[in-house]
Every structure is written in structure tokens, then in C-alpha cells.
């Protein structure tokens, strides 16, 4: 199913990620790794997408666009568990409401996680995720799932689109002939 070289895209895919110089590295390969399945990435707020709206509005406005999500999961945040005193490298609260967005419109989640970086409870209970150390060996090692992971999210996105076009052939049908019945209507009352 993964095809890359073609003027259409298969999908597109709002990329959340950091925009930090130091996340850069492991953005650019997420970002690869999406494009090599033909999913264009689109939207993301301050990289793809700029306005002098507010940041959350953008968002709003640019995740149903995306046919799908893609995080790339980068630690933001030093974080402890105050009742286990448990430390570690926490995700950015943008991460979550952007997941929750494409959540609440049915797109697909895929998540990238950079090793080391927590990524919360909710993450993990939209989706399955990869942690990726940015090393050739480890993303060979991974191939297998990110393969079935991003295959996957295509043939959901391939069968949304199907049942769109469906609903609006059967929209575009019981129009014409609405419009066809009242044209025959019409022509029999003015033979009257």
C-alpha cells in the first residue's frame, strides 16, 4: 500500500510536534517516515500553518482538514509524581489537546515517541505508539509496526473516504431525481 512517488498524496497528516531547534532531528525523521507511506504532512501550527488567530483556534481549524494525526513525541517537561516521587520527562499539554481534537473528529492517532519522553495516560489508551531512539538500527527493528501502524490508519482513511463519497453519490442521485420528478411534474400540470 505505501507508494511514494505520486502528485497526489495517499493522505494527509496534521503533525503535532515541537518546534524547539533541539527536537528538530527527531520531527524531520517522523516527518520522513510519513512521507515515505505518501501522507503529506499539513497544518502543523508554527510549521506548516501560521495566522494571527490564536494557537488553539488554528488548531481547531486545521485538524479536520488532516485525513489523519501524527505526533512526534518530544520531552518538554520535567515532571515528578508527587506520590511515588517517580521522575520524569513529560510531553508539552499541547500534545494532549491536539490528540483530543483529532480524537473527537474520528481521525486516526499515530504516535511517535522520542525515548525517554513520558507520554501520559491518555496517549496510550487512543492508540498504540513507537518509541524511537533515532538510530538506523532501532527504526529497522520497528519497521514491522510503524509499517502496520501507518497501513493501517491508510485503510481507515481509505474506507472514511469511501462511505463519503457513497453518502454524496446518494445525495447527487436522490437530487437529480427530486429535480427530474419536479421538471416531470411541472410539464404535466401545464399540459393541463
Known sequence: MAQT??????????????????????VDLIERIVQHFGIT????????????????????????????????????YFQTDLKTGESSYGVSEMVHIETGMAYMADKPVIVFVQEGTNIGN????????????????????KWVVINSLLNNALGMIKTTKDKKSAANFGKFVAGSLAVFGG???LDSLSDD
Open 5 to 26: 512517488n505520486q502528485t497526489q498524496p495517499i493522505a494527509t497528516a496534521f503533525i503535532s510536534c515541537s518546534l524547539r531547534q533541539e527536537d528538530k532531528p527527531f
Open 41 to 76: 504532512p499539513i497544518g502543523t501550527v508554527g510549521r506548516y500553518s501560521a495566522a494571527p488567530v490564536n494557537t488553539a483556534a488554528l488548531m481547531k481549524t486545521n485538524i479536520p482538514l488532516a485525513d489523519m494525526i501524527v505526533i512526534a513525541a518530544t520531552p518538554r
Open 122 to 141: 491518555f496517549l496510550p489508551n487512543v492508540t498504540q505508539y513507537v518509541v524511537l531512539n533515532g538510530r538506523q538500527q532501532n527504526l529497522e527493528e
Open 183 to 185: 421538471l416531470k411534474l
